[in-house]
């Protein structure tokens, strides 16, 4: 146990001092033989012999002792309460733990799903308690929503906030709903005609970049929701950073992704069809290889048991202790002090009142 306040002594002394002199210097001037005011009293003498006037005495030096012991307790208990008394330790926080980044494609093909694929985020996390979790989205290029945290109420915040961005349609939205969607998703666009839309490489790429350096080997995977459909042509022509090569990348890193994939994305309907097969289209096929090649799993959206499956696969991974920086902590012991001193105080006002009675 330290004192944090230990220069609070030279303060009671000080103040003891200028009380014991203002005393003495009244004491002195009410006995002095000057001043004095002598009252005789005949008989007196049998006054104080009755067991009346005994028994009143006796009660008034007990009650006299009482104030002067109550008066001291309260004293002491109120000097190691300014004192302030308390324990100082080096607390090292540490706790088991895995980091998973959600990556949301908000491209035109995904509108008809992202607000679906956001409650699916939403029930996943309810599953991560203790996990850091972080989100991106991206379309021409990617946009961190919030970082790696296990701010569970931060995430679901941010997550709702996201969704009904998501359910603004920017085309005939009122200017504060166009400044809603705009807030969110213009970050991933940057409205210029020569540059492709919904660059899935680039998207995941930013994702296994902010997933950060691995140094102390903790579990690390990537929920991505995509339909891997590329717009604007090839993006091996145009330099851009492909989904194989993004896929490659988080394997190296040992990260492994666990692909949503809504469907075939159909231009007459604007939906995506779940129902059409894997090896229907090159960007379906492609994706779902890749995913597996990093040792996570491909799951269509309309599948019944993604939520359990993804939760499962990635709490069957270690979860490794990470361990925060030493912090010096300091907290308060006043021990029993309070209730001293608020008894003492009580008894002080009780005693008095009968004195005076």
Not at 73 to 94: D, F, G, H, K, V
Not at 136 to 163: C, R
């Amino acid at each position: 146990m330290v004192f944090l306040n230990l220069w609070f002594i030279v303060v009671w002394l000080v103040l003891a001092i200028i009380l014991g002199i203002a005393y003495k210097r009244s004491w002195l001037k009410k006995y002095t033989r000057s001043s004095r005011v002598i009252i005789r009293t005949a008989h007196s003498s049998r006054i104080t012999r009755l067991s009346e006037y005994k028994r009143i005495a006796q009660r008034y030096r007990f009650m006299t002792l009482a104030v002067l012991i109550l008066f001291c307790l309260a004293l002491c208990a109120s000097l190691l309460l300014t004192l302030r008394p308390s324990e100082q330790n080096i607390i090292t926080p540490s706790e088991r733990n895995r980091d998973i980044m959600l990556c949301l494609d908000v491209s035109g093909s995904m509108r008809a799903v992202d607000e679906s694929l956001v409650d699916t985020y939403l029930h996943l996390i309810t599953s991560f308690r203790g996990q850091r979790v972080g989100l991106d989205i991206f379309n021409m290029v990617g946009s961190q929503v919030f970082p790696l945290t296990d701010d569970y109420n931060l995430i679901q915040e941010k997550l709702v906030e996201i969704k009904k961005a998501l359910s603004i349609n920017p085309q005939s939205a009122s200017s504060d709903q166009f400044e809603e969607y705009q807030r969110f998703i213009g970050g991933t666009l940057l409205f210029r005609s020569d540059l492709p839309t919904s660059n899935i490489g680039l998207g995941l790429a930013g994702c296994v970049k902010h997933l950060g350096e691995n140094t102390t080997g903790r579990s690390q995977s990537i929920i991505l929701a995509t339909d891997n459909e590329f717009g604007g042509g090839d993006p091996k022509t145009q330099g851009i950073i492909t989904t194989e090569q993004s896929m490659m990348l988080a394997k190296q890193k040992n990260i492994r992704v666990y692909s949503l994939d809504p469907g075939v994305y159909n231009d007459a309907t604007r939906q995506s069809d779940p129902n059409e097969p894997d090896t229907s289209f090159k960007e379906h096929e492609t994706l779902k290889l890749y995913t597996i090649m990093t040792s996570g799993a491909y799951y269509r959206l309309s599948s019944v048991d993604v939520i359990s499956d993804v939760v499962q696969k990635i709490s069957q991974q270690e979860a490794k202790l990470f361990v925060g920086e030493s912090q010096y902590t300091t907290t308060d012991t006043p021990g029993p002090s309070f209730i001293i001193l608020a008894i003492t105080i009580i008894c002080l006002v009780l005693v008095i009142r009968s004195l005076k009675l």
